[in-house]
C-alpha cells in the first residue's frame, strides 16, 4: 500500500459519493482519481484497468457535458429507465470490446490476468455510458464489476484498492436506491420543471 493508492482511495470514494448524490462535480473529481489510478495500475501490470483509467478521463467529460444538460433546477440531474434494446446493443459491445482487448494483452504484453482486466473493462465503459446517460441500471452493472474488482485487486496485492471496491459495492447500493426512489417520484418529462443548459 503506497501513499499514492492512499490518496487515490480517498479522491474515488469522494467521487462516487458526488455521483451517487447527483451532484455534477462528480466528473472532475473523478479524473483526478482516474489520473491516479492510470499509474498504480501500470505498476501492478493491469494494463487493461490502466487504459481504462485513461479512457475513463475522457468519459468523465463526457458524463459532464451530459448531466449539465439535463439539469433540473434544483441543480440534480433527471434519470431515466434504461431502455432494453440499448442495454442489449450495449451488453453486446461490451462482450466485443472485452474480447478484442483481451486477445491483444494475452498476445502481446504481460499483463497479469489479461482476460478478466479485460472483460472488467470493457463492461466498465458500459457502466460508465449508462451512468453518464443517466440510467438507473448503471449502478447494477457496477455492483456485479466491483465485486469482481475487489477480488481481483486483492490477489493483486492492492488491498486497500481491494476495500475500496468492497467500499463501492455499498455506495452503489446506496446510489441505486437514491436513484430508484428518484425515479418514481419524478414528474413526467413534459410535466417536469423546465430544464437548464447551464
Not at 477480488?151 to 493483486?156: A, F, I, P, S
Request: aromatic share 16%.
Amino acid at each position: 500500500m503506497s501513499n499514492l493508492e492512499i490518496i487515490a482511495v480517498l479522491v474515488n470514494v469522494l467521487g462516487v459519493w458526488l455521483t451517487a448524490r447527483r451532484t455534477p462535480w462528480c466528473w472532475p473529481v473523478s479524473v483526478v482519481a482516474v489520473l491516479l489510478y492510470v499509474w498504480i495500475f501500470y505498476d501492478v501490470k493491469l494494463y487493461s484497468d490502466m487504459l481504462l483509467q485513461v479512457l475513463f478521463a475522457f468519459l468523465q467529460g463526457y458524463g459532464w457535458w451530459r448531466w449539465r444538460t439535463g439539469r433540473l433546477s434544483e441543480g440534480k440531474v433527471r434519470i431515466e429507465p434504461l431502455p432494453l434494446r440499448l442495454a442489449v446493443v450495449s451488453l453486446v459491445a461490451g462482450a466485443v470490446l472485452s474480447v478484442l482487448l483481451g486477445a491483444g494483452m494475452a498476445h502481446f504484453t504481460d499483463a497479469a490476468v489479461p482476460w478478466l482486466d479485460a472483460t472488467l473493462t470493457g463492461y466498465s465503459l458500459v457502466a460508465s455510458y449508462w451512468a453518464a446517460r443517466k440510467f438507473v441500471a448503471s449502478w447494477w452493472l457496477w455492483i456485479a464489476l466491483d465485486a469482481v474488482y475487489t477480488g481481483m485487486y486483492y490477489v493483486k496485492g492492492l488491498p486497500l484498492t481491494a476495500v475500496l471496491y468492497a467500499g463501492f459495492i455499498l455506495l452503489a447500493v446506496y446510489g441505486w436506491r437514491a436513484w430508484q426512489r428518484e425515479l418514481q417520484g419524478q414528474a413526467p418529462l413534459n410535466a417536469a420543471e423546465p430544464l437548464q443548459a447551464s
